[in-house]
């Protein structure tokens, strides 16, 4: 008797321990392939505005297919017109608003119709008045990260910091976020023979080499005309330096609904690393489905006023400890050169054009 009451102990503990493994599963939940995850803005510049649809697929392994097809306007509630997205295929799939520029106090929204005839729209959001911004600095560090054998070696990084000061009287119900990307110039090597090609530069747009850095700001927390900062963006010191980087900050004026969904992102990709972190989830944003409006989309269309600034730099720019670090992408001393120094336009993201604001 008392070793059957043992074994029915023994059972009940383990069907109490796991019964309590599976309240505390932090796994974020499958995906809904039907679903649409929305991500994009319009703002008070002139574009190109653009627009990312794709359903989640395998959300673990983010896994996401481009939605295709689709008729996507942008609304002036205003002045009671319609802007139609073009749907673009190179370098990537997007929908792209060009040559139209936000008006701040007018209201917008955004609709979306998708080829299963299945609608969205998103809320109704005015546009705030842009608060500029001070200047735009970076400096580099020593970073230490853990390398394959879990050892910690130190590597140089670049950090960008904004500089701001708040307006007198701080607008009711908007806030702050900020976001950067770098742009670097790279020249070709010259191809050997008297009826080569001249060699060209292109410019590379490269956020894959910068990981920016989700920074939000409650303007309420703050006195009226109080200096504010925030550290934007990060990135690896190597060949971007060579020639010539831009690195690009932008400060957006938002809303309080868009705020209140960038502190859910904040959270999830930030935690903590403790039990009480939020678990990774699929946060729904500002669109629904107009057939039900209980069925919110994935993601966020924000209207936002933005201020731009740019920062150059160069090999000369860092610590005399750090350029040594600026080793040549094309080393010629080696058997084999990359493809890509004597055709630039095989970098992704990659143009001949210049853009406009390179100086």
């Not at 140089?156 to 009287?169: C, K, T, V, W």
């Not at 005309?225 to 020639?243: C, D, K, L, P, T």
């Not at 935690?271 to 678990?279: K, N």
Request: some cysteine; charged content about 20%; proline content about 7%.
């Amino acid at each position: 008797m008392n070793h059957l009451l043992r074994i029915f102990t023994g059972l009940l503990g383990l069907l109490t321990v796991w019964g309590c493994i599976r309240e505390i599963s932090f796994e974020a939940p499958e995906a809904d392939s039907d679903a649409l995850v929305v991500s994009g803005s319009f703002t008070n510049l002139s574009g190109p505005h653009v627009l990312r649809l794709l359903h989640p697929g395998d959300f673990e392994t983010r896994d996401f297919s481009a939605v295709v097809g689709a008729q996507v306007h942008l609304v002036d509630e205003t002045e009671g017109r319609s802007y139609p997205f073009a749907e673009r295929f190179v370098p990537a799939h997007r929908y792209q608003l060009d040559s139209v520029s936000g008006i701040p106090g007018h209201i917008y929204h955004l609709e979306i119709r998708l080829n299963t005839g299945q609608a969205y729209r998103s809320s109704s959001d005015r546009m705030p008045e842009p608060i500029p911004a001070d200047s735009l600095l970076f400096d580099d560090r020593w970073v230490q990260h853990p390398n394959a054998e879990g050892r910690l070696v130190q590597t140089p990084e670049a950090f960008l910091r904004i500089y701001s000061h708040l307006p007198a009287q701080i607008p009711a119900d908007v806030c702050l976020r900020w976001d950067s990307d770098l742009t670097f110039l790279f020249q070709e090597l010259q191809l050997p023979g008297p009826f080569a090609p001249a060699a060209r530069q292109c410019f590379i747009n490269s956020t894959n080499s910068s990981q920016q850095l989700l920074e939000i700001l409650d303007p309420g927390d703050y006195q009226g005309g109080a200096a504010i900062s925030a550290e934007i963006g990060r990135v690896r010191i190597n060949h971007i330096f060579e020639s010539r980087v831009a690195f690009v900050g932008r400060q957006r004026v938002i809303s309080r609904e868009a705020y209140e969904y960038w502190t859910k992102v904040k959270s999830v990709v930030e935690p903590q690393g403790t039990i009480f972190d939020p678990p990774p989830a699929r946060i729904a944003g500002n669109v629904w489905q107009t057939q039900n409006p209980g069925q919110r989309a994935l993601g966020l269309f924000e209207i936002a006023a933005v201020d731009t600034l740019i920062r150059f730099a160069n090999k000369g720019s860092l610590s005399l400890d750090i350029r040594s670090y600026v080793a040549p992408y094309c080393n010629t001393t080696q058997s084999t050169i990359k493809s890509e120094c004597f055709n630039c336009l095989t970098f992704p993201n990659s143009t001949l054009l210049k853009p406009e604001w390179w100086r």
